[in-house]
């Protein structure tokens, strides 16, 4: 059987109810909603509606803060980077290869300085904490901002 045979089962499916063609068709005039009334008017299933109650969503408390606005970050200690051979270029694609980090974030790469280094690197991220570039600088590296 191939994706493009799939049907679903017989009498599992049926034609949608055309409802407002007229009162021959026995579902004419009112549309099969009665006379008047809430159901009855249009757009009468509002989202979160509860019949006038206190919605669920206004009656919880609201608590803390989502700053769209944030940038997000890769992090990543220079302990980590001991790993790789002397002299090489560090890049976030690299460190995703290696299997160093897991995912690259949509903002890039951090280097932070917990930890020692003992190679000398060339390291390319977006941003650098100022001990981390300091310790790159100290183990004969340099430091590239993105």
């Known amino acids: 059987m191939k994706i493009h045979e799939l049907r679903p089962t017989e009498g599992a499916t049926h034609a949608q109810k055309r409802v407002g063609r007229g009162t021959g068709s026995g579902i004419g005039k009112t549309s099969a909603k ?3 009334g809430q159901k009855a008017r249009s757009g009468s299933k509002k989202n979160g509606f509860e019949g006038g109650q206190m919605p669920l969503a206004r009656r919880l408390p609201k608590r803390g803060f989502y700053n769209h606005f944030a940038k997000e970050y890769t992090i990543i200690n220079i302990s980590d980077l001991n790993g790789l051979e002397d002299n090489a ?34 390291v390319k991220a977006a941003k650098f ?17 993105l």
């Open 129 to 145: 904490s100022k001990s981390a570039e300091e310790a790159i600088r100290n183990a004969g590296g340099s430091v590239e901002v």
């Open 34 to 36: 009665g006379h008047k």
């Open 89 to 122: 270029t560090v890049t976030a694609e690299l460190l995703k290869e290696k299997g160093i980090i897991r995912k690259i974030e949509k903002d890039g790469l951090k280097i932070l300085g917990n930890g020692e280094l003992t190679k000398a690197l060339t």
